[in-house]
């Protein structure tokens, strides 16, 4: 068992796994990293990178130099096996290793809202990136859709359908982190315009989808 950023008591290898089961279509990743328009030549940090299937579509799309960093061992241990010549790291994102050479972009996908102090990741993310460096993020957004799609899945109804069963059991696992995150958006916002300047935010059914570039602090 762990005790998570929010104290919330659950099985960590079936957090983890549901964690990654969801939105598992690489097509509709693709799309959606082609927006934050990362070059081939842009050494790119997954952070958060779990079992590393964005990894592995940036090494498709041809971008050279990518690093994988993550708090789960388990997950590593996938993400290094899907993507055997890239370089994987253990650490959390609240307190990132001192890297040798900077990133042009970090990518985060769906990780800043399971961490209890984001800023302090905001802050870390600062420290890594070049500066001219791009962070690029995807995360949920707070919509009344959103409430209506978490309370579809809350419903033991939707563990018998093929299509909600996983996003209903990841959501189950992380209700709670959820609800934080959807209650601190404002908050957010605020703090990530103190270290980033906006490049674009753009919305979707369920997320946001932003690049922002390093300000100078
Ligand atoms: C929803 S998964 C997203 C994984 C991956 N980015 C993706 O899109 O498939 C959230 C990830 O954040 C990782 N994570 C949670 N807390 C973390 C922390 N403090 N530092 C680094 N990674 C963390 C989890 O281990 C998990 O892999």
């Given amino acids: 068992m762990l005790l998570d950023s929010f104290n919330v ?3 960590i290898k079936s957090w983890e796994d549901d ?3 969801t939105r598992r279509s690489k ?3 693709k799309r959606r990293l082609k927006l934050f328009g990362i070059k081939k030549s842009d050494r790119v940090l997954d952070l958060g990178c779990g079992d590393g299937l964005n990894t592995q579509i940036l090494t498709e799309i041809g971008v050279r130099d990518v690093v994988g960093l993550d708090i789960s061992k388990n997950l590593l241990s996938k993400a290094s096996k899907n993507n055997p010549k890239i370089i ?3 650490a959390s994102a609240e307190k990132m290793p001192v890297f040798r050479r900077k990133f042009n972009v ?3 996908d769906s990780v800043l809202h399971h961490l209890k102090r984001y800023d302090k990741a905001l802050m870390e993310i ?3 990136l070049l ?3 791009y962070l690029c993020f995807i995360e949920p957004r707070r919509l009344t859709l959103r ?3 978490d309370f579809i899945c809350s419903l033991p109804i939707s563990g018998y359908i093929p299509f909600l069963r996983e996003r209903s059991r990841s959501y189950l696992g992380e209700k709670d982190i959820m609800e934080h995150w959807l209650r601190t958006e404002e908050v957010f916002f605020k703090d990530l315009n103190k270290f980033f300047i906006k490049c674009f935010l753009k919305l979707d059914l369920l997320s946001y989808i932003g690049k922002f570039r390093k300000r100078k602090l």
């Fill in 126 to 128: 600062n420290k890594v």
């Fill in 147 to 149: 409430k209506l799609y």
């Fill in 88 to 90: 994987f790291i253990r």
């Fill in 106 to 108: 970090v990518l985060v």
């Fill in 9 to 11: 008591k659950r099985s």
């Fill in 19 to 21: 964690c990654v089961t």
């Fill in 131 to 133: 500066p001219s460096g």
């Fill in 27 to 29: 097509n509709f990743r």
